[in-house]
């Protein structure tokens, strides 16, 4: 999928903000990719992320665009962060209209292995880091009557991926339902909410927190790809082409889904 520069005008006027807007590492993650197709549509955007020079460097990208883009350190897991975050970029650049929540954290080990510290620390990433987002970002869209919460899950939180990772399974299960409590809690409101479960992925999440497992990450590469029925990994900007859609009024009337990008993978009887 490309990921060429083009200016369209189906968010035009809203603030998006993308907690989890850096990457890992080198190249494109879901909420760079996404954070940047968000403002490729007109939104001017609020790049956040734990590292402030990553949030810098997706900033710099939409305004090399000719976009309009600020950056924020914050840490998902310090409310008085994630709060004060969110009033100072409502100040800067306007009420949030989109809420999209990229962080997670994935931890290898079977359960019987995994330290507890390990355990909640991954659901704390996992699914109280965008509770908190949401805390704290939706009364701001309820008093404005309207909003699109997006929350990045992932297959795990339904199928089992060939991957043991419990408390990313787990809390991407809890992302899922908090997306949906969301939803219909709000609806009336002027509140959507919905989540995008990606499959599997090319970014460079896979590189610090799968690969880790693998002494051959080519070999790794090659199986993930010969995994998906298509045949190929998917990309951030399959991710961030969907959110762009769920974000846009031609999505206006869906609402508490849980979206798979995965080429099919999850509708398999077994993956």
């Known amino acids: 999928m490309s990921n060429a520069p083009r200016r369209g005008e189906r968010l035009v006027g809203r603030v998006a903000l993308v907690f989890g ?63 004060r975050t969110i009033a100072e970029a409502a100040a800067a650049l306007g009420i949030p209209a989109i809420l999209h929540n990229n962080v997670g954290y994935a931890a290898m080990g079977d359960v019987a292995e995994t330290a507890l510290e390990t355990w909640r620390h991954g659901l704390d990433v996992n699914v109280t880091g965008a509770f908190l ?13 309207r909003g699109v919460v997006t929350n ?16 990313y399974a787990a809390g991407k299960a809890a992302l899922n339902q908090l997306t949906v ?18 499959g599997l ?26 995994a998906s029925p298509t045949g190929r990994m998917g990309t951030a900007w399959d991710v961030a082409h969907a959110a762009v859609f ?5 999505a206006g009337y869906i ?8 080429g099919g993978i999850s509708a398999r009887a077994a993956v």
Request: glycine share 10%.
């Open 181 to 198: 409590s969301i939803a219909l809690r709000h609806a009336r409101q002027g509140i959507r909410a919905n989540a995008i479960l990606p």
């Open 255 to 262: 609402n508490g889904v849980c979206l798979p990008v995965d």
């Open 152 to 167: 990045i899950s992932s297959v795990a939180g339904h199928r089992w991926t060939g991957y043991p990772y419990p408390s």
């Open 21 to 83: 807007a850096g990457s890992v590492g080198p190249g494109w993650g879901n909420g760079k990719a996404s954070a940047v197709a968000y403002a490729r549509e007109s939104a001017r955007v609020v790049c956040i992320d734990r590292m402030p020079e990553a949030a810098a460097e997706t900033a710099r990208l939409i305004r090399e665009e000719g976009g309009v883009a600020e950056a924020y350190g914050c840490d998902v897991l310090d409310e008085d962060g994630v709060a």
């Open 133 to 145: 987002a949401c805390k704290h970002a939706l009364p701001l869209m309820l008093a404005a009557g």
């Open 201 to 226: 992925m090319d970014t460079p999440h896979i590189d610090q927190h799968i690969a880790g497992a693998d002494e051959d990450r080519d070999a790794m590469r090659r199986a993930r790809h010969a």
């Open 246 to 250: 769920l974000a846009s009024d031609e």
